[in-house]
């Protein structure tokens, strides 16, 4: 069945300690990748986004995403994280050209001082 | 522009009433979409409109759901006879295709939070 899936629901980092979130997506072809943040009873704010070319993707807030085919997958990486990043992070994807997004089950980040 | 709004953040209904929510997409975004988030889990599509017409909707929009669009600006979803299963986030969130109808970011609301009691 087609799916994106992050396999850890939660995380906890200490802040200025590197992050790596994970995202796997089940898809025939190549989809359209993003990831969300969502901060407590907030909306979700677009990090980045892949549609094509350059597999490294930078985003905002220090954020980037790398673009792996051969194992379906589009990891989010921050190299030192900021107490004020402690969110829930959704991995999403868009397969055809109604900008509907299929999303992730999300992993909640805790940073501690 | 303010961005997405909805309104309202928050209601509290008893089961069997029926509730509607508003959205105001950003101006000039043609698509609108409405997702309905449960506690712990992802954003789930509900339907989605271009412009007034509605183009999808999940299977997860039962007949007790209604989405309207009249104008091609703000959105309304309906729940008739709410039930407990129904409480959530409802995520309202617009897009404008770019060249060629290429994907772009989708804007999201705060969302409006239901809760069936």
């Known amino acids: 069945a087609q799916s994106v899936t992050q396999p850890d629901i939660h995380i906890t980092v200490s802040e200025g300690a590197s992050l790596e979130l994970r995202c796997n997506y089940s898809?025939?072809?190549?989809?359209?990748l993003f990831w969300y943040v969502q901060s407590p009873g907030q909306g979700l704010q677009l990090l980045l986004k892949?549609?094509?070319?350059?597999?490294l993707v930078q985003g905002i807030k220090g954020f980037e995403a790398e673009f792996k085919r051969s194992q379906s997958s589009f990891n989010l990486r921050k190299p030192s994280v900021h107490w004020s990043d402690a969110a829930e992070y959704f991995c999403a994807v868009v397969i055809d050209n109604t900008d509907k997004l299929i999303f992730g089950t999300g992993t909640r980040l805790q940073v501690f001082p | 522009d303010t961005g997405v709004s909805q309104d309202p953040r928050h209601k509290i209904t008893k089961r069997g009433q029926n509730v509607t929510f508003r959205c105001d997409p950003i101006s000039e975004h043609n698509r609108l979409y409405w997702y309905r988030q449960t506690l712990g889990q992802g954003p789930e599509f509900l339907t989605y409109?271009?412009?007034?017409?509605?183009?999808?909707k999940s299977r997860l929009l039962s007949d007790r759901f209604s989405a309207e669009r009249p104008k091609g600006s703000f959105s309304t979803l309906e729940i008739q006879r709410t039930e407990q299963g129904d409480s959530a986030m409802y995520l309202c969130a617009s897009s404008q295709p770019g060249q060629g109808g290429l994907n772009t970011e989708a804007f999201f609301g705060q969302g409006t939070r239901l809760t069936v009691v």
């Open positions: 898809y025939g072809a190549t989809p359209y």
């Open positions: 409109f271009q412009n007034e017409a509605q183009l999808e």
């Open positions: 892949y549609f094509s070319g350059d597999t």
